[in-house]
């Protein structure tokens, strides 16, 4: 969709697009979104609002940004200096690791994207929100209400992916 973005932009992202092998194409149309936390290895989440937890540090890759979103626990830690403390060695590690990962990322990629961290809820979490599956909004049933449904509720009237599959069935079958 060119709807956002300028005539000049358009034409860069498809001329890159034209430019780039089949993996590099796939991540600009569908970014990849990795979760790091003490709970578990890294592994790749779903792009949904769902996957934003506080206890969690996500890596965005669109291929031209790459984002490091840390969770609001995380980022209390991170503002609280426990990563310099020895023993808090393993939050030390937790901050490191997308990092590390990002730069591995960026290495061999061109053109080299803009490399950003922020904190949820945080003014560059914006790149983030406007990526993922809104499927928790201030319109969800129980999305406001404290405790309601895990997840981040994302302030947007842009229709989650399944009221767009209902719509789409919804159609299919009266038509």
Request: proline content about 7%; hydrophobic content about 35%; aromatic content about 10%.
């Amino acid at each position: 969709s060119t709807q956002s973005t300028w005539a000049d932009e358009t034409a860069y992202f498809r001329i890159m697009l034209d430019r780039q092998p089949t993996n590099n194409c796939l991540i600009m149309i569908q970014p990849t979104l990795y979760s790091y936390s003490m709970k578990a290895p890294p592994c790749p989440v779903l792009l949904d609002a769902v996957s934003i937890q506080p206890d969690a540090i996500l890596l965005l890759d669109t291929f031209f940004e790459v984002l490091i979103h840390n969770g609001e626990t995380i980022a209390a830690w991170r503002r609280a200096n426990y990563q310099d403390q020895p023993e808090y060695e393993y939050f030390r590690q937790l901050l490191e690791a997308p990092m590390t990962d990002a730069q591995n990322l960026i290495k061999e990629r061109f053109p080299v994207p803009r490399v950003q961290e922020c904190d949820q809820r945080g003014s560059q979490a914006r790149i983030l929100y406007s990526k993922i599956n809104p499927s928790l909004t201030h319109q969800s049933p129980g999305g406001n209400a404290y405790g309601g449904q895990q997840g981040e509720i994302v302030y947007t009237d842009d229709a989650s992916l399944q009221v767009f599959m209902d719509h789409l069935k919804k159609l299919a079958v009266n038509s």
